[in-house]
C-alpha cells in the first residue's frame, strides 16, 4: 500500500491559480537567480577590470562601499550582484592565500590571508557535500518514482 503525500499550496499572483509551495518555492528562486545574475552583469559592464565571469579574482575588502560611493549602480543592485559573486564557488576558489585582492581601479588591495583562504576551503568542502546529497536525494526520488509507476502500472492491468 503506498501513502498518499498532501501538499502545501501556494497563489501564484499571475495566474491566480493555487500551485504547490515547493514549485512556488522553485519560481521564486529562479526569478531571485535571475534577478541576481542580471545585478551581476550591470557591474561586469560598468567595472570590467574587476567584475568577469571569465577570470574571477578576490575582491577588496570593503568594495560594497567603493561601489555605493561611486554611484554608478544602485545600491540594491550592488548588494544582490555581490552577495552571488563571492558565493560563487568559482570565487572560493580564487581565494588563495597570498593572492592579490583588486579594487575597483583593477590594481592590487591586499592580499588573502591564510585564515580567509582556508575559510574558503571549508566553503568549498560543505557546497560539494550539498551538491553530492542532492544528487543522493534526486537519484532516490527518480528510483521511487520508477517504483511507483510501475505497481501503477500492475495495479491499472487487473
Given at each position: 500500500m503506498r501513502d498518499i503525500t498532501v501538499t502545501a499550496t501556494a497563489t501564484d499572483a499571475n495566474t491566480a491559480t493555487e500551485v504547490p509551495a515547493d514549485k512556488a518555492k522553485?519560481?521564486?528562486r529562479s526569478k531571485n537567480r535571475a534577478a541576481n545574475q542580471a545585478a551581476l552583469?550591470?557591474?561586469c559592464d560598468a567595472y570590467p577590470q574587476v567584475f568577469s565571469r571569465d577570470n574571477i579574482r578576490p575582491l577588496k575588502i570593503g568594495i560594497q562601499e567603493d561601489l555605493i560611493a561611486d554611484e554608478k549602480v544602485a545600491k540594491n543592485k550592488i548588494k544582490r550582484a555581490l552577495a552571488s559573486y563571492v558565493r560563487s564557488p568559482y570565487y572560493f576558489r580564487?581565494?588563495?592565500e597570498g593572492a592579490d585582492r583588486i579594487g575597483l581601479d583593477g590594481q592590487a588591495s591586499g592580499t588573502v590571508s591564510d585564515s580567509e583562504a582556508e575559510h574558503a576551503k571549508q566553503q568549498?568542502?560543505?557546497i560539494n557535500k550539498l551538491r553530492q546529497q542532492k544528487q543522493r536525494d534526486e537519484k532516490a526520488k527518480q528510483r521511487e518514482d520508477r517504483i511507483s509507476s510501475k505497481l501503477d502500472m500492475l495495479v491499472t492491468k487487473r
Open positions: 522553485s519560481r521564486t552583469q550591470l557591474l580564487s581565494l588563495k568549498l568542502k560543505e
